[in-house]
């Protein structure tokens, strides 16, 4: 017997959800321009305040910056806490819907302790500490993470999949090597941004000089990512042709079909980024592209999964239903 709040609140809770994606993901963006900008440090030390005050006034351009980044995630804190909220009075026990709306929450609030943890110990701007670098990789993987919950959440309830897909399905079997391999871009990216930032170069040559003094750990670290990038987008194209072949829906074979172009255009936005020594508005394209890239992966996912499984138990009820016919035939 379906809930006074199951029909109308699960309508109205789809458009929503997708609501709160779409805003986290500018405030993620507006972290990454944060971050590209050097306004790390725009609030000194202090948190939740900023510069001792609740809205500061009279400071300069990074200190508006960070304090809006601030204050859009707080935002982006209270959504997420409505619908999770919203999601567990919408939808039964174990629905899919719960589960993703349960982990968008827990890694918006990571995400939240990691931003206070870089700005307590000024782990921002042009901070170069081994503790910054150690850190990035694990600040990256909860931000890909929150984005993937955030994305599942309205798409489970888009589709109707109730439960989250298991983890011995063929198509998360195929999913594995380009999900890590696009978590590792991810950290390497991290590093590179990092030290392009730290180390800017004034020309193509300053910046391969920069290999023979011997500056930094991270102008070593910044050479791994170009050639993790080629392997890495050579296996998203395996992927996407396979998943394409093995789940031949429409949304599968457009959503796989997006991944393969953009991972292709990264190779080229790569590229161009370094030779125009690293402007603000590349940087964050090529950034965003990355995520485009990993939310269709997880989408892609999600829908050939939630197919597979229709299929293996239809073949499964059909089976039962064709033994229990023989069974009473035979015993007629």
């Known amino acids: 017997m379906p809930t006074p709040l199951s029909h109308p609140g699960r309508t109205r809770f789809t458009p929503f959800a997708w609501g709160v994606f779409i805003y986290s993901m500018l405030v993620i963006l507006w972290g990454y321009f944060l971050r590209i ?3 790390g440090d725009g609030c000194g030390t202090d948190w939740p305040l900023c510069h001792g005050a609740m809205v500061p006034a009279g400071h300069a351009f990074p200190t508006w910056v960070e304090f809006v980044h601030r204050a859009t995630s707080g935002v982006v804190l209270l959504l997420v806490i409505a619908m999770a909220i919203w999601a567990f009075r919408a939808f039964p026990r174990g629905h899919a819907v719960r589960v993703g709306a349960a982990l968008a929450l827990l890694f918006t609030i990571t995400e939240s302790l990691f931003g206070a943890v870089l700005v307590v110990f000024g782990w921002v701007a042009t901070d170069i500490s081994t503790a910054r ?4 990789p694990f600040h990256v993987t909860n931000t890909f993470l929150l984005m993937g919950a955030l994305a599942l959440t309205p798409f489970w309830a888009t589709r ?3 439960r989250v897909p298991r983890l011995d399905s063929s198509a998360t079997r195929m999913l594995w090597p380009a999900l890590l391999g696009s978590l590792a871009l991810g950290w390497t990216g991290s590093w590179t941004g990092l030290a ?3 180390f800017p170069a004034g ?3 300053d910046g391969m000089g920069q290999y023979l003094s011997g500056e930094h750990l991270l102008i ?4 791994i990512h170009p050639v993790l990038a080629v392997a890495v987008v050579l296996i998203l194209l395996r992927w996407s042709r396979r998943v394409r072949l093995a789940h ?7 959503v796989a079909g997006a991944v393969a172009a953009l991972a292709a255009m990264q190779l080229v936005v790569g590229p161009v980024t370094v030779l125009l020594l690293n402007p603000v508005g590349t940087r964050l394209f090529h950034l965003f592209l990355a995520d485009l890239i990993w939310i269709g992966l997880l989408l892609a996912w999600a829908e050939s999964a939630w197919r597979e499984e229709g299929a293996r138990a239809y073949s499964w009820t059909k089976d039962v239903s064709e033994s229990r016919l023989r069974t009473k035939a035979a015993r007629s």
């Open 203 to 205: 020309s193509v040559a």
């Open 37 to 39: 900008s050097e306004s």
């Open 196 to 198: 392009a930032t730290a």
């Open 248 to 254: 031949p829906t429409p949304l599968v074979r457009r």
């Open 133 to 136: 670098i150690l850190l990035r």
């Open 220 to 223: 070593y670290l910044r050479i």
């Open 160 to 162: 109707g999949i109730r």
